[in-house]
């Protein structure tokens, strides 16, 4: 049974995106499932920290644009919007090049939180980042 509250595809996502911090960063949505999201990266020199390893904020910028999207996809958009209140990173693994891939999954879909966690790896598969993500849910 799916989470998302209307249809959509990837394309219709990706159009959220210029003209934003996420746009800056080069973040692109790439899949979803039934109840999962995801979007990836690139780690160069916009997402790098001054010694050359991605720049712990940049992975957070995407853990927070997945989760919000992904809220957001959960709600009726006519009457609800959502903002982030809380979110926390674990940095597990430096990367240098190459792409990262977030995926956020719900940890609770509520009608006035939500709780996401999105995970980060490289494209070795490897988890660069953990992070939980909670989100308010407000009428327009």
């Not at 159009?15 to 911090?21: D, E, R, S, Y």
């Not at 940095?91 to 509520?110: E, K, M, N, S, Y």
């Amino acid at each position: 049974m799916t989470i998302w509250k209307a249809a959509f595809d990837i394309a219709e996502i990706n159009q959220l995106i210029p003209n934003t911090a996420a746009g800056q960063l080069g973040i692109e949505f790439t899949a979803f499932g039934e109840d999962w999201l995801s979007a990836r990266m690139p780690v160069d020199r916009r997402t790098h920290q001054p010694i050359g390893l991605l720049h712990g904020g940049a992975s957070v910028l995407l853990a927070e644009t997945i989760g919000s999207v992904a809220a957001l996809l959960c709600v009726d958009r006519k009457r609800q919007y959502c903002v982030g209140l809380d979110i926390n990173a674990n940095h597990l693994r430096g990367v240098r090049d190459g792409w990262v891939i977030a995926t956020a999954r719900p940890i609770h879909l509520g009608k006035s939180t939500h709780v996401w966690e999105i995970k980060i790896e490289d494209e070795a598969g490897q988890l660069v980042c953990i992070s939980r993500l909670t989100m308010a849910v407000l009428a327009i």
